[in-house]
């Protein structure tokens, strides 16, 4: 095919065989988020460039390499989003929804954008399932957040393969503070460290933390503690997250060198690591962040959010053989029909049957064909039963009912009498 054809390297086609897995997972997040009393927003997915240079900082590997970003008809530079939480914070600052204080609990779920490698776990679009929460600044909220991914993970069968690493970057004074400290120590080691944490040091010290080097690393290990640098304010909320999960019974390990890509985060920082999944191991990360909507024009407004990689989820629940068994069939019953007066006769009583059992999932054969042939699309569509209208059932307001899988003779049954006999043996969803 040639190359204009193809789709663009590291964005997927959801194939259908795919999309049921999807949708399970999609919609067991979204259920769990309505009964924590969380509402969906949806934001547009291109945004002014500006945006994100303000919100997730000049100097981030996002903005620096990652973004997609081109000009607008008139001249306007704009972006594909390469995440949620700026758009969020935006569509709240714009409409005015967080005002006087008002709380949101917000969730969202779609496509972003990062001009990546593509490898196993990391694409070009991928999706996220996010949310926000503004105007509460306690720990309690923070634990919600993560009481409610955790249920998630159990809910999906996950919470033996993910593991909960913590850490707090205290509030702005407390992190300025450590931030010195950190570039002092760095300093004297400077021709000892990579190239990138070199540039690092001048630009977003913190994220040398984060650095994949291990002679970097081995250098760090006798670097200053973020823990010793927070103020009373921080360690309490720190200590109030932590006192919650332990009711909940939440296993957690600090990761004193978690401190996250983006430079808006405070306080908490919290992220869910696989080993499954390669070198792509995180599924889920957040963490608090009061200061980024003054940051984007706003008042003051404590925030905290997370957002969590709907891909690699997916893929560890397929590498961990977690995927229900159930999605496997799509439909219940296929009805075979012989004949244009048998086929007028099926589409009128499926729709009469439909009526009755709105979650039956009954496929009627299309395109027509003998026998022989229906009968084979009955079986591969995965069908439980395949019923059957030709002009003997027709004269006598029949239809043959077969069961496709296992045992069972074929039986006949009323037309009025389908949609009850159709409910005791189909499991409705
Ligand atoms: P990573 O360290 O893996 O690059 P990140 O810190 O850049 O992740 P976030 O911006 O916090 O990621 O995004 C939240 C989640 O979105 C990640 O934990 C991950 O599950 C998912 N994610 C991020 N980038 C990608 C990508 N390029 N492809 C697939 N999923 C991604
Ligand atoms: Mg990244």
Same mark, same amino acid.
């Given at each position: 095919?040639?190359?204009?054809?193809?789709?663009?390297?590291?964005?997927?086609?959801?194939?259908?065989?795919?999309?049921?897995?999807?949708?399970?997972?999609?919609?067991? /997040?979204?259920?769990?988020?309505?009964? !924590?009393?969380?509402?969906?927003?949806?934001?547009?997915?291109?945004?002014?460039?500006?945006?994100?240079?303000?919100?997730?900082?000049?100097?981030?590997?996002?903005?620096?390499?990652?973004? !997609?970003?081109?000009?607008?008809?008139?001249?306007?530079?704009?972006?594909?989003?390469?995440?949620?939480?700026?758009? +969020? /914070?935006?569509?709240? #600052?714009?409409?005015?929804?967080? %005002? *006087?204080?008002?709380?949101?609990?917000?969730?969202?779920?779609?496509?972003?954008?990062?001009?990546?490698?593509?490898?196993?776990?990391?694409?070009?679009? &991928?999706?996220?399932?996010? #949310?926000?929460?503004? =105007?509460?600044?306690?720990?309690?909220?923070?634990?919600?957040?993560?009481?409610?991914?955790?249920?998630?993970?159990?809910?999906?069968?996950?919470?033996?393969?993910?593991?909960?690493?913590? =850490?707090?970057? %205290?509030?702005?004074?407390?992190?300025?503070?450590?931030?010195? $400290?950190?570039?002092? &120590?760095?300093? %004297?080691?400077?021709?000892?460290?990579?190239?990138?944490?070199?540039?690092?040091?001048?630009?977003?010290?913190?994220?040398?933390?984060?650095?994949?080097?291990?002679?970097?690393?081995?250098?760090?290990?006798?670097?200053?503690?973020?823990?010793?640098?927070?103020?009373?304010?921080?360690?309490?909320?720190?200590?109030?997250?932590?006192?919650?999960?332990?009711?909940?019974?939440?296993?957690?390990?600090?990761?004193?060198?978690?401190?996250?890509?983006?430079?808006?985060?405070?306080?908490?920082?919290?992220?869910?690591?696989?080993?499954? #999944?390669?070198?792509?191991?995180?599924?889920?990360?957040?963490?608090?962040?009061?200061?980024? /909507?003054?940051?984007?024009?706003?008042?003051?407004?404590?925030?905290?959010?997370?957002?969590?990689?709907?891909?690699?989820?997916?893929?560890?629940?397929?590498?961990?053989?977690?995927?229900?068994?159930?999605? $496997?069939?799509?439909?219940?019953? !296929?009805? +075979?029909?012989?004949?244009?007066?048998?086929?007028?006769?099926?589409?009128?009583?499926?729709?009469?049957?439909?009526?009755?059992?709105?979650?039956?999932?009954?496929?009627?054969?299309?395109?027509? *064909?003998? &026998?022989?042939?229906?009968?084979?699309?009955?079986?591969?569509?995965?069908?439980?039963?395949?019923?059957?209208?030709?002009?003997?059932?027709?004269?006598?307001?029949?239809?043959?009912?077969?069961?496709?899988?296992?045992?069972?003779?074929?039986?006949?049954?009323?037309?009025?009498?389908?949609?009850?006999?159709?409910?005791?043996?189909?499991?409705?969803?």
């Amino acid at each position: 095919m040639s190359k204009s054809l193809q789709a663009i390297r590291g964005m997927n086609d959801i194939l259908p065989e795919q999309t049921p897995l999807w949708r399970y997972f999609e919609g067991t /997040v979204a259920r769990l988020l309505d009964n !924590y009393g969380y509402r969906q927003i949806r934001m547009p997915i291109v945004e002014f460039t500006e945006l994100f240079k303000r919100s997730i900082g000049e100097v981030t590997d996002i903005v620096e390499k990652e973004m !997609y970003t081109f000009d607008d008809r008139n001249g306007d530079s704009l972006t594909l989003r390469p995440e949620g939480t700026a758009a +969020c /914070v935006r569509a709240v #600052l714009e409409h005015g929804i967080t %005002g *006087g204080g008002q709380v949101q609990k917000l969730w969202y779920v779609g496509p972003m954008f990062r001009h990546e490698r593509p490898q196993k776990g990391r694409y070009r679009q &991928f999706h996220q399932i996010g #949310l926000e929460v503004f =105007n509460l600044e306690g720990p309690d909220i923070d634990a919600e957040l993560i009481v409610m991914t955790w249920r998630l993970w159990g809910e999906l069968g996950l919470r033996d393969a993910v593991k909960l690493e913590l =850490n707090s970057l %205290g509030t702005s004074e407390s992190r300025g503070r450590y931030r010195e $400290a950190l570039v002092e &120590f760095l300093s %004297g080691h400077v021709d000892k460290l990579d190239e990138d944490s070199q540039r690092r040091l001048k630009t977003n010290p913190l994220r040398v933390l984060d650095t994949k080097n291990p002679e970097t690393q081995a250098i760090l290990v006798d670097a200053p503690k973020m823990a010793d640098y927070l103020d009373d304010e921080s360690r309490a909320h720190f200590e109030g997250l932590k006192a919650r999960l332990d009711a909940v019974g939440i296993p957690y390990v600090i990761n004193p060198k978690l401190v996250r890509g983006l430079d808006y985060y405070s306080k908490t920082v919290f992220e869910w690591v696989t080993d499954k #999944l390669g070198a792509q191991g995180t599924v889920c990360a957040g963490g608090r962040y009061d200061g980024l /909507v003054e940051q984007m024009g706003g008042k003051p407004t404590p925030g905290v959010g997370f957002a969590m990689g709907i891909e690699r989820l997916v893929l560890m629940l397929e590498a961990l053989d977690k995927v229900p068994e159930e999605l $496997a069939r799509q439909i219940d019953v !296929y009805l +075979c029909a012989f004949g244009e007066a048998a086929e007028l006769a099926a589409l009128a009583l499926s729709e009469r049957v439909r009526d009755q059992l709105p979650n039956l999932r009954l496929q009627i054969n299309a395109g027509g *064909g003998s &026998f022989k042939s229906q009968f084979k699309k009955a079986d591969k569509s995965g069908a439980l039963y395949a019923l059957i209208l030709g002009d003997d059932e027709l004269a006598q307001q029949v239809v043959g009912f077969k069961p496709l899988r296992g045992q069972g003779e074929q039986q006949s049954i009323a037309w009025d009498a389908l949609a009850a006999h159709l409910a005791t043996c189909v499991v409705q969803g």
